[in-house]
């Protein structure tokens, strides 16, 4: 069964840091690349980073690149997004999704990210 277990949301104010965590088990994370999306207040589903099964590749949404950072630990089954200089417009709901062979998706259930003084 597939599953994870994401953590480390909460409420931050402007220019603070947060690092989320995506711990996923029932399946071999290895070989999938890991994303972290985000759907904010009346906005549609948006990438914010990704990364490839080993790590060595990254891609940002032009609005976080320079603020955030993603990295995987295989041996951890994990995936984090360490989140710097925050803002409002970074409010939302975050996702991690793992994406493997033949096109299979797996969704978390999201941690919830609020920016406000």
């Known amino acids: 069964q597939v599953q994870f277990v994401e953590s480390g949301g909460g409420l931050v104010q402007p220019g603070g840091s947060l690092r989320l965590s995506c711990v996923a088990s029932?399946?071999?994370?290895?070989?999938?690349?890991m994303t972290w999306y985000r759907q904010g207040p009346g906005k549609e589903r948006e990438l914010v980073a990704g990364?490839?099964?080993?790590?060595?590749?990254?891609n940002y949404a032009d609005s976080v690149k320079g603020r955030f950072t993603i990295s995987r630990d295989n041996a951890k089954n994990t995936v984090y997004l360490q989140m710097n200089s925050l803002k409002p417009d970074d409010t939302a709901m975050y996702y991690c999704?793992?994406?493997?062979?033949?096109?299979?998706?797996?969704w978390g259930q999201g941690t919830q990210v609020i920016v406000s003084s």
């Open positions: 029932g399946f071999t994370f290895s070989i999938y690349a």
């Open positions: 990364i490839s099964r080993t790590g060595s590749n990254e």
């Open positions: 999704n793992a994406r493997g062979p033949g096109g299979i998706n797996y």
